[in-house]
């Protein structure tokens, strides 16, 4: 009997331990398939540069510069 509890305690140790490390492999890869999925979006410009038509005139309709936050 007191076989049977040792070989059945290191069994779900063994157990626990495979489960473990598959977790600490498979979180990082699934981490990085994750962020990676993500970056794929375009780059939104932090500055708009508009210049009047003719140099020195500026119009009402006319937009200024600004940053786009």
Request: contains cysteine; proline residues 9%.
């Amino acid at each position: 009997m007191k076989k049977d509890a040792i070989s059945t305690g290191l069994f779900i140790a063994i157990g626990f331990l495979c489960v473990a490390i598959v977790i600490a492999i498979l979180v990082p890869l699934v981490r990085d398939v994750v962020s990676k999925a993500d970056d794929n979006r375009p780059d939104i410009p932090g500055v708009s540069m508009l210049q009047p038509a003719q140099p020195g005139q500026m119009a009402l309709g006319d937009i200024l510069p600004h940053q786009v936050v």
